[in-house]
């Protein structure tokens, strides 16, 4: 078990929380031993049964000899525990780690550090103390604020339930550990050596006085502190404040009890009793033994006594107390969780309770206390009163309230205060009635009194707020006018407000005084609004704006002289209401005769809207003047009803007037539908025109205004013309398009096929003949015929567009291709190509033309052929002459002749390149660019041209030839016969008549035209004509023959054997050297015409040999020179060293090597000219031709050849005269010297055994003096020996021998190898010595490897060396300065700071100059800085963690520094106008990463002196983090906006927030533009003007979301499936809503399967088709009737969900017709294709249904024993048939998956059918009625209600026609039939399903399959922890309304707050539908929202899995459950292998 991240972690929290940074290694092994660490591992693995784990750190408990428990001596230790365990007690501080929100069996991340799974923190040696601290300090606080918690769906009772409970236990939590302290401590006797049980009470006072003194006082110190507790503790009680609560009575009384409780307990301590006991019997003692203050011991028992009786009394009063007031709190709390009106229901029991303690209490009842409880009671509830108006806020705040919200929470604070009092006296009532009762006679003053004044200042309030609400309201309705009014009323609000009264401080009478001085000058402004009402009655003329107006004035004013006011406005409105009829009068006279009409209205309608508009005029006032009977009651009244009666008679006349006018002209009218559908003009050469009468629409438009218009009576006629509108307006506008498009199509006929579709065009107009003669508008057949003709036109129209369609993309396109081919590939002008390119080029591009151009000639022609094919196999009428054979021909012949021409162009034109490429006047006479690249070649014999020009021009004419061959292979067309298959179209019954054979090619008249033929004469000699310039110019190359035709070592040989001299070498050098400049300047390449020569090649062959047979001379020259340079050189060399050799006085074997030398010398002399003058002229030679060859040895040699003998005769003379003076005195001293040798060897030894060096005893430093000394004195004479050794050898003289000289030199060796270390180790240390600070750095790491080696020789010493003093001595030096080296090398790193050498300094004492430039080494080393190595590596080591984070400190500010935002743009502005996303989340991941960074080192205690710094750092970065979260919030919530509110249909629905968002808009772009300047995002984000924008706008914005969900919520409940779309996807689909065509891609997130729809040709705006759409195939189905896509997008979203579903409904009743006569003459895969792929599911279900039935049916009443067997072998051949159509061919993907879906269900059908009917023959089933057969889904088509039926045992359900598309169904095993019965059982009863199982059992694909089984659109919501009740309203609100069905998948994760909300919407949509209403109020809705009955919702769930949650018994009860489980792959395998076209799938699976 290895520690890991979260291990280490831990182990550095514990080690900070102990203050043990320094030991984290510690706390690590610590937590890593094996039982720690399984501890560790069990709690983070969840294994552990707690949550918790503690870690203290203390001495360990051990028990003493009591058995009590002690610590343990020696230091304190690290235990691990879960606190379970007795014998660890807490003793001081610990850790606790806890499980954050982890399920119990889920481990911990190990492998991560920190995260939020794992919580941390430390507690008090006290818990008690830690919870209470905990509690008061942090969770309190957090929980009493509002926006801390979200409280989700708790109301504002339960939320101030909790806290109010919160409270309370924290409360009795810090009253409890008070209790424990004890309250008042009573000293305790101290310990005395007195043993008191061993005397007797008259030998303690005899003799101990002292112990009697020293109780008395301790009980006289008991008695005062008592004394003065029951004293202080009464007085605190009176001086509570006025607005302490009854609670504080109760806890005051339970405070007391535990205190006096406290008290009693201590007395009754053994060591308490044992005083009062001593005293007690003191006063009893005779009076001789008795002490001195025996009387002040009675006087304090007296006392004593006294005050026992007190504690006694307040003891029973005290629990007295508590007792009752206990009962009192359940009746107390409501005033504190509880509003002022819901404590009105509470106060007669609150009453009764206080009357009962009244009553009954001992203590409690007296008027004082009762009246000092009723006071506290008030106190509450004024309280309670303030905290209800205030609403949490501050009493400034009641200015921005509500004011009607506001004095509603007013009005309540009075009536709870009434309500009170009404209690109170009501109780005092029924106490009266009682004279035998307790009375409650208590002063209500002091009751009631701040209750009474608190309400007073509440009526002035009330009073202030609904005036202030009454100029609010009035301000709101933007009276003209009113502006004055309202400001000064403002004004005066204004200065009442800068008051700043304490409004709920009742006390402050100043409030008083200002609110008269508000009331005066308010009366004031009302008199002014009374003449500004005044003022607008006048102002307006119109009976009904006054009316309005005067409504308006009474709805806002609220004063009663206002609205008395009002009330005369009547009679002045009514008098006006008599002008007003006269108006009328006049204006009917002025214009009865010709009225103003309303813009597009028919006459008669004008007419009769304008008369019932002046009617409307005078009726309307009238109306709301009989409302108001007094002012009808007046004198001058009568006569105007009598002249309101009469103007009304004769409005209503000269309506009726025009209505009879119009219905005498309707018959008129009708008779333009008797004429003819289509006319031909003459006046424009007989174009085909409508014949439809316009005064037949004007009728139907008349009629149709009339009929809105209501109370006129429509005659049947016109409404029968008026109900076919529809039809005559189609019939127009549908022959209109007809005629429109056959224009159309005609003039899209190509001229060159205008012949050929003559026929065509006159057998549509003969189909058109019906419409010209006999059919008129009111024909019956009209529809056949539009669809005859419409079908004829399409046909034609397909015709037209497939002949264009092929002639110009078979055809045209591929004449021009053919035209443009360049049947030559000719290289590009600066290219030149190979021969053998060129050919090869050719031959494939003429081989790949040829081929193409053979395959689009066969195109060509048979593309033609089809074209006369399509247009003779058009089927026409008989009697129409079809198309003749001579315009066929024309047609074949004209395509012949185009592809003639089409070849032709292409074969001049690539000949004509070819010729422009190679002629001599290319562009205007310029000379041509070169073609060919020609090569000049050494064959060996000569220079030729490769290759020639005889092959060239063979290459150029062959290409000419092989172009014009080209059409050679291309045949010509037959243009004589007919083509066969227009042949087998004209009469297929006559064998096709043969062509007469080949036509030939086309290259017989392409070779015989004369352009080509002029072109390939001038192409045959292009070339030949350069051919002699060629030779000429070869002829230039001959002087150069001998190069390539002799042979170069022959000639070598040749040459050599002739013995050439050095001057005819030279010679034969220079002609090479000639040959080789001439062929260098020689051009690289010559042009000839259009051929490039390229000389290059041979030129460089030419050099090449050039330089072959000059280096085949040269080196054999240079060979021999430099053997004859180096053995000259050498000789003289060697000749030099050995002649320099000193000869010394003895030295015998010197003097005989310089003799020899002298004799070779001078042999030499005579013969060194022959050989150096011959070395001297080769050089010469070859520096002239080979100097390259040539390297700086041999160049030296050479140059100081002459002079190195010259030199060595000089040295020669003068050895010779030197020696020959000394030879002979020689061998005279050798002897000598030699005998004098011995002697001084002798002696030499001597000294050596005395004073040398291996002497015991001297000191290291003296023996490295003499080794010194005694080492130089033996290598003198050690050389002297080898010196003597070779005289002897030169005089022939015997060897002497020097065994004392061998012996020395021995132990020399040995003392070298000890005293050499020893002088290297001192010096070397000595010099480190000196070394400058400065420069001791760089020389660390040659000193550490120094010293290592030092180290490595001195352990590798010999035994016998490391006894000596000078072995321990070295020792040590090399290990002492091994030890102060890691120091110096610690200090000498770059982190090393001033501050940190001052540490050093004040640490050791010693001054260490540092700074100064002399300061060495020397002085650290003696600062012994070794004593103190824990302390400097300590402070190095946080120098280097110091350095770091200066580094990281300096990173990040240069980071922040240049960090800049990327700007872009949005949409189409084109200024940055928003923050790239992308670089944000970069910049917020640097700055998250950034700040967790400078906490981490800020954190550090390395960081304290970048505390300043860094604390800056933090401060910028936090700030600009929060600036760039709200900017980035804002801009998110702009961007979503912003297409919104800038344009679009939304927009315009909404102004005014439109115009609100132009504001925020323009402030938007003003902070994007200044930051765009800006860029950086530190000085960005500080900007002012950014920081006081961001909030402001992102208020406005939020108000803009909030208007802009009202409106989305409001399209949602006009087109409910909007709830199922997300906020942008209908922001997006509504702003479109114009533009149907856009939100082509959206359908599919509102409908199951329509993806697509199509909309009609003519007109866009016309939904004709829904599709479903996968990849290039598609399902159509054709609306019933069209849709159009107008007006708002959720009123024909509508229109097309009902379209929807009428035509699948319309496409079912066609299948179920054809139901019957599948199998029975219709196969069924001809039914299956005749219907989209949902119906046909539906059909072969009802075909099994029926046939199922059926045969029950006749099974069990016509006992019919072979019906059943008939049925199976139907079903049977139904699924061979369905199989076997899988194997073939079905065209498209979808089709194929529509025939396995087909199968699928099938082979569930036939398996049912098989197992039901072996159930019938073994008896088990008897009828259609067994349950057997009614369990399974069955579908009906039920003519009586034209529906389709699915039943599921008794549940039926109508299917829903939604359209499902083409989508794969479930294979149906058991378990899904059990799942259908027992959900379609759940629908019956009006429950929900809930399927419950596994992963991967098919909870949800089967309600899914279910619902495409009933035609259902599904819904799937995969739910989540993150699911709010408001998110699952919207989705119940729009299944409910549009009548889909739900599935919530994994239900079980939604937390349980939501689905207790869930449980009571679900609830109210099951009562909804038991009860069948059609609507019904859904939870949190104002107002009922429509049910439609089929909607369903399903739940499905994964038991016990992680983070589900175990659902309510509530939610449980609304659904019924299906557990589901694997499903039997065997079934699936078996229905997939049929699917795919097995047959025998039985088998196969």
């Not at 004044?453 to 609010?472: A, E, G, S, W």
């Not at 813009?599 to 008369?611: E, F, Q």
């Not at 205008?754 to 003969?766: A, C, G, S, Y």
């Not at 419950?1892 to 599904?1914: C, Q």
Request: charged share 25%.
């Amino acid at each position: 078990m290895a520690m890991q991240e979260r291990h280490r972690w831990m182990a550095a929290n514990v080690a900070a929380s102990f203050g043990m940074l320094d030991k984290t290694h510690y706390v690590e092994s610590v937590l890593g031993e094996y039982n720690n660490l399984k501890k560790l591992n069990d709690f983070l693995e969840g294994k552990s049964k707690h949550k918790h784990i503690f870690v203290y750190y203390q001495r360990p408990d051990v028990p003493n000899e009591q058995g009590e428990l002690v610590d343990a001596k020696g230091d304190p230790k690290l235990l691990i525990t879960t606190g379970e365990h007795e014998d660890i007690r807490i003793k001081s501080r610990a850790v606790y780690f806890l499980r954050n929100v982890v399920p119990d069996s889920k481990p911990v991340k190990s492998d991560v550090a920190c995260d939020g799974d794992l919580l941390f923190g430390e507690m008090a040696a006290s818990p008690l103390e830690s919870l209470n601290t905990g509690l008061l300090d942090v969770f309190k606080p957090l929980v009493s604020q509002p926006t801390t918690i979200d409280w989700a769906s708790c109301d504002t009772d339960q939320t101030s339930e909790f806290k109010s409970t919160l409270e309370k236990f924290t409360v009795e939590l810090s009253q409890g550990i008070q209790s424990l302290t004890g309250g008042i401590d009573l000293p305790s006797p101290e310990p005395t050596e007195v043993d008191l049980r061993t005397l007797s009470y008259n030998e303690i006072a005899k003799d101990h006085p002292e112990l009697v003194t020293q109780y008395e006082a301790l009980l006289e110190q008991w008695c005062h502190l008592i004394e003065q507790y029951l004293e202080q503790t009464l007085e605190s009680q009176q001086k509570e404040s006025e607005t302490s609560g009854p609670r504080t009575e109760l806890d005051f009384w339970r405070y007391r009890l535990q205190k006096i409780t406290s008290i009693n307990e201590q007395l009754r301590t053994k060591e308490r009793k044992s005083v009062m006991t001593l005293l007690q019997a003191i006063t009893k003692v005779p009076q001789d033994v008795a002490p001195k203050n025996r009387q002040t011991v009675f006087n304090t028992l007296r006392r004593w006594k006294q005050i026992d009786i007190s504690i006694t009394e307040a003891f029973n009063e005290a629990k007295d107390n508590v007792k009752y007031l206990t009962t009192l709190e359940k009746f107390i709390e409501p005033l504190y969780i509880s509003t002022p009106a819901a404590i009105l229901e509470t106060l007669p029991a609150l009453m009764n309770a206080v009357k009962m303690v009244h009553t009954i209490a001992r203590y409690y009842n007296t008027t004082e206390r009762m009246t000092n409880l009723f006071a506290k009671i008030t106190n509450q509830m004024i309280t309670k009163c303030k905290e209800c108006v205030l609403d949490g806020e501050e009493s400034d705040s009641l200015w921005s309230k509500d004011p009607q919200l506001l004095i509603k929470n007013l009005h309540s604070c009075i009536q709870l205060n009434d309500s009170y009092q009404e209690q109170y006296r009501l109780t005092k009532e029924t106490l009266l009635s009682l004279p035998k009762g307790k009375q409650f006679d208590f002063s209500e003053t002091l009751i009631f009194g701040r209750f009474d004044l608190f309400c007073r200042r509440v009526t002035k309030l009330i009073d202030m707020f609904q005036t202030i609400h009454q100029f609010t309201s009035l301000s709101k309705h933007r009276f003209d006018g009113m502006e004055p009014l309202v400001e000064a009323f403002q004004r005066i609000f204004q200065e009442f407000q800068i008051k700043r009264h304490d409004l709920l401080d009742f006390h402050n009478n100043r409030f008083d005084r200002d609110y008269v001085e508000f009331n005066v000058r308010i009366s004031d402004l009302e008199s002014n609004l009374r003449q500004f009402i005044n003022q607008s009655f006048e102002s307006i003329a119109s009976i009904e704006a006054s009316l309005k107006l005067l409504a308006k004035f009474q709805s806002i004013l609220q004063r009663d002289s206002l609205r008395s006011d009002l009330e005369n406005k009547f009679a002045v409105i009514f008098h006006n209401y008599g002008l007003e009829l006269t108006h009328v009068q006049d204006q009917y006279e002025k214009f009865k005769t010709a009225p103003p009409l309303v813009r597009n209205l028919p006459p008669v309608a004008g007419h009769v809207t304008w008369s019932r508009h002046l009617y409307q005029r005078i009726e309307s006032p009238m109306l709301k003047f009989q409302m108001n009977p007094a002012v009808l009651a007046g004198r001058d009244s009568r006569k105007l009803i009598r002249m309101y009666n009469k103007m009304a008679k004769t409005l209503i006349e000269f309506e009726t007037l025009w209505y009879q006018a119009w219905v005498n002209s309707i018959e008129t009218v009708k008779a333009g539908l008797q004429a003819t559908l289509i006319i031909k003009h003459p006046d424009d050469g007989m174009r085909f025109h409508v014949n439809f009468d316009w005064e037949i629409l004007q009728l139907i438009r008349e009629t149709r205004c009339l009929d809105r218009m209501g109370n006129v009576e429509i005659p049947q006629s016109a409404k029968m013309v008026l109900l076919q509108e529809h039809k005559f307006k189609s019939y127009n506008h549908e022959l209109s398009y007809f005629l429109k498009e056959y224009r159309r199509i005609t003039q899209n006929i190509k001229p060159i096929t205008t012949n050929l579709m003559k026929p065509h065009i006159e057998n549509l107009e003969f189909k058109m003949r019906p419409g010209l003669v006999i059919l008129t508008w009111t024909s019956m057949n009209i529809e056949s015929y539009l669809d005859e003709i419409w079908k004829e036109l399409d046909r034609l129209d397909m015709l037209v567009l497939a002949i264009n369609d092929l002639m110009e993309s078979r055809v045209d396109a591929n004449l021009k291709v053919v035209a443009n081919v360049l049947l030559v590939n000719l290289p590009e002008e600066s290219e030149l190509v190979s021969l053998d390119e060129f050919v090869d080029m050719q031959e494939r591009h003429v081989r790949a033309t040829t081929d193409f151009l053979v395959a689009k000639n066969t195109e060509i022609e048979n593309a033609v052929n089809d074209l006369l094919g399509m247009i003779v196999a058009f089927e026409l009428e008989p009697h129409v002459p079809s198309v003749t054979e001579s315009e066929i021909i024309k047609v074949k012949a004209h395509y012949n002749w185009s592809m003639y021409q089409a070849l032709l162009n292409a074969t001049k034109n690539s000949l004509k390149a070819m010729k422009l490429r190679l002629s001599s006047n290319y562009r205007e006479g310029d000379q041509p660019p070169a073609f060919f690249e020609v090569g000049l070649q050494l064959d060996g014999i000569g220079v030729r041209l490769q290759p020639s020009v005889e092959e060239i021009q063979a290459a150029i004419n062959g290409g000419a030839v092989a172009v014009l061959k080209c059409s050679k292979m291309i045949e010509a067309w037959d243009t004589v016969t007919i083509p066969k298959n227009v042949q087998l179209i004209l009469d297929a019954n006559l064998p096709p008549v043969q062509g007469t054979g080949s036509q030939g090619t086309f290259y017989d008249r392409i070779a015989q035209d004369r352009e080509i033929l002029k072109v390939v004469l001038l192409l045959t000699g292009s070339v030949q004509s350069t051919k002699n310039q060629c030779n000429e110019y070869l002829t230039t190359f001959s002087n150069y023959e001998w190069c390539w035709k002799d042979d170069m070592q022959k000639a070598f040989k040749e040459f050599e054997s002739q013995g050439p001299s050095l001057d005819e070498f030279e010679a034969k050098l220079k002609s090479f050297s000639v040959v080789e400049r001439q062929v260098e300047e020689m051009q690289g390449q010559h042009q000839i015409s259009a051929l490039m020569l390229q000389t290059g090649s041979l030129a460089n062959g030419l050099k090449d040999l050039a330089q072959k047979w000059k280096a085949t001379f040269a080196k054999q020259l240079h060979k021999d020179a430099w053997g004859r340079l180096e053995a000259v050189s050498e000789m003289i060399k060697e000749t030099g060293k050995k002649l320099m050799r000193e000869v010394g006085q003895g030295d015998m074997d010197s003097l005989a090597d310089v003799m020899s030398t002298l004799r070779t010398v001078y042999v030499k002399e005579s013969e060194i000219d022959l050989d150096m003058v011959p070395i001297e002229h080769m050089y010469r030679i070859l520096d002239e031709h080979l100097l390259s060859s040539m390297d700086a040895e041999e160049l030296d040699k050479r140059s100081k050849l002459r002079s190195s003998w010259a030199s060595l005769l000089e040295e020669t003379e003068k050895k010779q005269l030197e020696l020959a003076e000394s030879q002979i005195a020689y061998k005279k001293d050798l002897i000598k010297t030699v005998n004098a040798f011995k002697r001084d060897i002798t002696k030499f030894r001597a000294e050596y055994e005395r004073s040398g060096p291996m002497v015991r005893g001297i000191p290291p430093r003296e023996a490295v003096e003499r080794l010194k000394r005694f080492k130089e004195e033996f290598d003198v004479r050690d050389r002297k020996q080898d010196i003597y050794y070779k005289g002897e050898d030169l005089f022939g003289v015997p060897h002497q021998q020097y065994p004392a000289l061998n012996q020395t030199r021995q132990e020399l060796g040995h003392l070298s190898q000890l005293y050499d270390l020893y002088v290297a180790v001192l010096e070397t240390i000595q010099e480190w010595r000196e070394y400058l600070w400065t420069d001791v750095p760089e020389q660390m790491e040659t000193m550490q490897k120094t010293i290592d080696s030092f180290a490595g020789r001195c352990k590798k010493m010999p035994k016998q060396l490391r006894e000596w003093p000078a072995y321990n001595e070295l020792k040590k030096e090399i290990e002492d300065f091994q030890e102060v080296l890691p120091l110096l090398t610690e200090l000498g790193k770059p982190s090393i700071m001033p501050r940190h050498w001052q540490q050093i300094m004040d640490m050791t004492g010693k001054e260490l100059p540092v700074d100064s430039e002399n300061f060495k080494l020397q002085a650290l080393i003696d600062a012994q800085l070794n004593e103190f190595t824990d302390e400097i590596s300590d402070i190095t080591e946080g120098a280097d963690k110091q350095l770091i984070i200066e580094g990281k400190i300096k990173e990040i500010s240069a980071q922040w520094e240049g960090l800049f935002f990327d700007f872009g743009t949005w949409k189409t502005r084109d200024y940055p106008c928003v923050l790239a996303g992308g670089k944000v989340g970069e910049t917020q991941e640097a700055l998250e990463e950034t700040m967790m960074n400078l906490n981490t080192m800020n954190a550090q205690r390395h960081s304290l002196p970048f505390k300043e710094e860094l604390n800056g750092l933090l401060t910028t970065l936090s700030d600009t983090g929060d600036t760039i979260e709200r900017w980035f919030k804002v801009q998110q919530m702009w961007t979503s906006l912003e297409s919104v509110f800038t344009g679009g249909d939304i927009a315009k629905q909404m102004p005014m927030e439109a115009k609100k968002f132009q504001q925020i808009d323009k402030d938007w772009i003003k902070i994007m533009q200044k930051s765009a300047e800006t860029k950086l995002v530190v000085p960005c984000c500080q900007n002012d003007m950014l920081k006081q924008m961001l909030p402001v706008l992102s208020e406005g914005l939020e108000k803009c979301q909030k208007s802009l969900e009202s409106y989305l919520e409001g399209k949602r409940n006009k087109f409910p499936r909007f709830y199922f779309t997300s906020d942008p996807v209908l922001l997006k689909i509504l702003s479109q809503g114009s533009d149907p065509e856009s939100i082509q891609e959206d359908f599919e997130k509102l409908f199951d399967a329509i993806n697509r729809v199509q909309f009609d040709k003519a007109d866009k705006k016309k939904i004709v088709k829904i599709m479903e759409v996968n990849g290039p195939v598609s399902e159509i189905v054709d609306l019933q009737s069209a849709v159009m896509a107008v007006g708002n997008i959720e009123d024909w979203l509508l229109a097309l969900e009902y379209e929807m579903q009428r035509s699948v409904r319309r496409e079912t009743r066609i299948c179920a017709l054809e139901c019957p006569q599948c199998m029975n003459g219709l196969s069924i895969g001809d039914f299956s294709n005749k219907c989209v792929a949902q119906v046909s599911i539906a059909g072969i279900q009802m075909i099994w249904t029926t046939d199922f039935q059926d045969a029950l049916i006749r099974m069990s009443r016509d006992k019919d024993k072979q019906v059943m067997g008939s049925a199976n072998k139907k079903f049977v051949q139904m699924l061979t048939d369905l199989i076997a159509m899988c194997l073939t061919d079905l065209g498209s993907k979808m089709n194929r998956t529509k025939f396995e879906t087909l199968v699928t269900i099938h082979v569930h059908q036939k398996d049912l059918f098989q197992e039901v009917w072996k159930k019938a023959r073994e008896g088990k089933i008897k009828d259609e009625n067994d349950f057997e057969w009614l369990r399974q889904t069955r579908v009906y088509w039920k003519t009586e209600t034209d529906h389709c039926v699915v039943s599921i045992a008794d549940v039926d359900f109508t299917y829903s026609y939604e359209y499902l598309g083409c989508k794969e169904r479930l294979v149906i095993t058991a378990l899904t039939d059990r799942c259908f019965v027992t959900q379609s059982q759940a629908l019956g009863m009006f429950f929900g399903g809930a399927p419950a199982g596994p992963a991967g059992t098919g909870k949800t694909e089967t309600t899914k399959d279910m619902g495409r089984t009933l035609g259902v659109f599904v819904v799937v919501t995969n739910c989540s922890d993150q699911h709010r009740f408001r998110d699952m309203a919207k989705i119940f609100k729009g299944l409910c309304m549009s009548g889909l069905w739900g599935c919530f998948d994994e239900f079980n994760r939604i937390e349980l707050e939501v689905l207790s909300v869930v449980a009571m919407q679900v609830e109210s949509i099951c009562s909804a539908k038991r009860q069948a209403v059609a609507t019904f109020m859904f939870p949190g809705e104002l107002f009922p929202i429509k049910l439609v009955p089929s909607v369903g919702y399903f739940i499905t769930m994964n038991p016990g899995y992680a983070g589900r949650q175990e659902l309510p018994e509530n939610v449980k009860a609304l659904f019924r459950s299906v557990a589901m489980m694997v499903p039997n792959r065997e079934t699936i395998m078996k229905v997939k292998l049929a699917s795919v076209g097995y047959s025998q799938m039985d088998l196969l699976g």
